[in-house]
């Protein structure tokens, strides 16, 4: 079992800047690739940003692309999320994901994934 807690998020105006934390709980974190997602209120959640678990390949949306930067730290099993010009597109609950031995990409495009955590709401205002 693998527990995610998210932290980080709240209030940001529009052009700054926010990062985001997911500490993993339980063994093994180096063997799962770790992604975010996000789900405005209304929309479907979507796909954000992965991390493979053995290379540190990314992989991003293209809405977030050269704004947004995903990393890891096995030692401390945390994945973060560095959100740079920020626009209030972005506001939504960012929820952090893990499934093991995956790449990024499919991080990107599959179905279910082995856990989730529970979200941390971001606001961006313009």
């Known amino acids: 079992q693998v527990q995610l807690v998210e932290s980080g998020g709240g209030l940001a105006q529009a052009g700054g800047s926010l990062r985001l934390s997911c500490a993993a709980s339980?063994?093994?974190?180096?063997?799962?690739?770790m992604g975010w997602f996000r789900q405005a209120p209304g929309k479907e959640r979507e796909f954000v940003a992965a991390?493979?678990?053995?290379?540190?390949?990314?992989y991003y949306a293209d809405s977030v692309k050269g704004r947004f930067t995903i990393s890891r730290d096995n030692a401390k099993s945390t994945v973060y999320l560095q959100m740079n010009s920020l626009k209030p597109e972005d506001t939504a609950v960012y929820y952090c994901?893990?499934?093991?031995?995956?790449?990024?990409?499919?991080?990107?495009?599959?179905?279910?994934?082995?856990?989730w955590g529970q979200g941390t709401q971001v606001t961006v205002s313009s």
């Open positions: 991390i493979s678990y053995d290379d540190y390949t990314t």
């Open positions: 339980g063994r093994a974190f180096s063997s799962y690739a």
């Open positions: 994901a893990a499934d093991r031995w995956a790449s990024a990409q499919a991080m990107g495009v599959k179905n279910t994934l082995d856990y």
